[in-house]
Nanobody, 122 residues
Framework: QFNLVESGGGLVQPGDSLMLSCVAS????????AAWFRQAPGKEREGVIC????????VFADSVKGRFTISKNNAESTVFLQMNDLKPEDTAVYLC???????????????WGQGTQVTVSS
């Protein structure tokens, strides 16, 4: 049984940092790519960043370059999203997704978590 559970979201102020976690039960992260997507109200789901099975990362969203990083712990089947210098436009539900490779197209991912809300507001 595969299951993805995100955590770590919350309400923060502009300029703050936040780390999200995604526990991928039943999915060996050394064999799959893991990505973070986000969806703001009324907007399309957007690819943010991805880490391959071998550990190389790809940033999909130009707006997060230099601020967001992705990492993982294969032994604990956990993927992390470190978000620094958060901006109001980063407000969204952040979802973890697992797929065979790092694709920006969300339809390439077969497993999804329920998401965790991140709100950036003063």
């Amino acid at each position: 049984q595969f299951n993805l559970v995100e955590s770590g979201g919350g309400l923060v102020q502009p300029g703050d940092s936040l780390m999200l976690s995604c526990v991928a039960s039943g999915l060996p992260l050394n064999a799959y790519a893991a990505a973070w997507f986000r969806q703001a109200p009324g907007k399309e789901r957007e690819g943010v960043i991805c880490i391959s099975s071998s550990g190389s990362s790809t940033v999909f969203a130009d707006s997060v370059k230099g601020r967001f990083t992705i990492s993982k712990n294969n032994a604990e089947s956990t993927v992390f999203l470190q978000m620094n210098d958060l901006k109001p436009e980063d407000t969204a539900v952040y979802l973890c997704a697992i797929g065979n490779r790092c694709y920006e197209n969300r339809f390439q991912y077969g497993w999804w978590g329920q998401g965790t809300q991140v709100t950036v507001s003063s």
